[in-house]
């Protein structure tokens, strides 16, 4: 792990929010491996880069526009975690959310092969292998 692959997760999440899925695939292996927040009703893996097409194409079935902007990202051991503050509106609604999310990457050979979604950072913290802060738990 190296201060370029944070760089390079910081890019793909960009590109990804302003360009979209096609011009962010270029910062994705071929054989990545996307999954979904583990406790979301229906959650799934997706596999290579159609795989994160279809993950896409799903999530925008229900929302006209999403956006998430870095909050903080950094490297343990092998991983980037990403923290972001995402907002999206309702297809067919005026109804806008907002959410943080924490997002597990994994880089390899100068691309994301691997990507985790979580809603709760105690989790993201367990997946990117570090021990649960419990005292944040508390709060």
Known sequence: ???EDVALVRRFVEAFGRLGVDEAL????????????????????????????QAVDTWFESWEWMRSDIEEAFEVDERVVVTLQQR???????IEVEIKSFNVF???DSKVIGIK???ERNAAM????????HEEEKR
């Open 1 to 3: 792990m190296s201060a």
């Open 88 to 94: 999206a509106k309702g297809k067919g609604s005026e």
């Open 26 to 53: 270029g910062y994705v292996h071929p054989e990545v491996e996307l999954c979904e927040w583990p406790n979301a009703p229906g959650a799934r893996t997706y596999h290579g880069h159609e795989g994160v097409r």
């Open 117 to 119: 979604l979580f809603t």
């Open 106 to 108: 994994t880089v390899r």
């Open 126 to 133: 367990e997946a990117a292998g570090l021990a649960p802060n």
